[in-house]
């Protein structure tokens, strides 16, 4: 019987729910395979067990129990965030020869990154807002960026996975607070022009019948945007399937599938999209999308009438072949 570890935890503002996702999806992993979650914090990364936890070893990607050595065969990526849907920890995996269900090093550390991520789709015509980019707080005067983006605008960190550190400035006064909350939770920063629109995802994985674009669920958010409390504190309404056309639905499926072909993607991604006059734009690509039993991919899957048993069994049977 082949072991998968499941890292989770993480050095991000999402470190909660990334255990959430690690134990909504080990309870859901085929029964031929042992499961245990690795939980990664700053300084010391845990193997979860019923009595006590037990060090992971980086070293060998091994750990004890009792007596007995194990080194897991295949892992599941599961971090909202640094190290893990950055691809720093799939990287790791990858010079121990260990399988992974994840996207690679190159196309999570790409994704994660909005600016550069955004930058990649608009080489091959895919809609994104017009945006800026920062490496310092002080790079661009308030006035520099409200002449090239207008207002409102958005001011997120760039390589962070996280939902925090995200503003929806309206006036230029605001700006300098907000590029100072952004750079508290990440290194770069991208400010991006307000798209107003229905805000919609789309989850995408591959199956053995090739790509499979889920129902589209459309988000509805009581803050203004959607936001960390929106998104996990129940300050938004997630409707599925999306309240659109199906000839537009159409067109999100298929604009996901090829974002998630170019960036050359594996296993489960969420792809957010703005509506704008009925043009999908895109906002962020998810390689590690939430997966609580709250969260938006599992009722996509309820909405197609796939189990999360059926769905986690397609997903290692064909990115672990």
């Known amino acids: 019987m082949k072991t998968i570890g499941i890292f989770c935890g993480g050095f991000s503002s999402e470190y909660e729910i990334s255990l959430k996702s690690a134990d909504t999806i ?104 017009k945006s800026l980019f920062l490496s310092k707080v002080d790079q661009y005067h308030p006035s520099e960026i409200v002449e090239s983006l207008g207002l409102p605008i958005f001011i997120k960190p760039s390589d962070s996975g996280s939902s925090y550190g995200i503003s929806k400035v309206k006036i230029i006064e605001d700006i300098p607070k907000a590029l100072q909350f952004a750079f508290n939770e990440g290194r770069t920063v991208i400010i991006e022009s307000f798209l107003d629109g229905i805000e919609v995802t789309c989850g995408v994985y591959r199956s053995s019948n090739g790509l499979v674009a889920l129902p589209l669920t459309e988000i509805v958010s009581e803050n203004e945007f959607f936001d960390f409390e929106a998104k996990y504190q129940g300050k938004s309404s997630e409707i599925t399937p999306a309240r659109i056309s199906e000839e537009l639905k159409i067109e999100v499926q298929a604009m996901a599938k090829k974002i998630y072909e170019l960036l050359q993607l594996k296993s489960i991604a969420r792809i957010d999209f703005m509506l704008v006059n009925n043009q999908p734009y895109v906002i962020e690509v998810n390689t590690t999308p939430g997966f609580s039993a709250a969260s938006i991919v599992p009722q996509m899957l309820s909405s197609a009438g796939i189990s999360l048993g059926d769905f986690w069994g397609e997903i290692i049977s064909i990115e672990l072949n």
């Open 26 to 129: 080990k309870k859901h992993l085929p029964d031929s395979y042992l499961s245990y979650k690795i939980i990664v914090s700053k300084g010391k990364w845990e193997v979860e067990m019923e009595q006590e936890n037990v060090p992971f070893d980086l070293n060998d990607c091994s750990f004890f129990i009792g007596d007995t050595k194990k080194i897991i065969d295949a892992a599941i990526v599961y971090i909202h965030g640094d190290p893990g849907e950055n691809g720093k920890i799939q990287a790791m995996l990858e010079l121990h020869g260990i399988q992974y269900i994840n996207s690679g090093p190159l196309a999570s550390a790409l994704s994660f990154d909005k600016w550069y991520c955004n930058q990649f789709l608009r080489a091959f015509n895919i809609p994104v807002a």
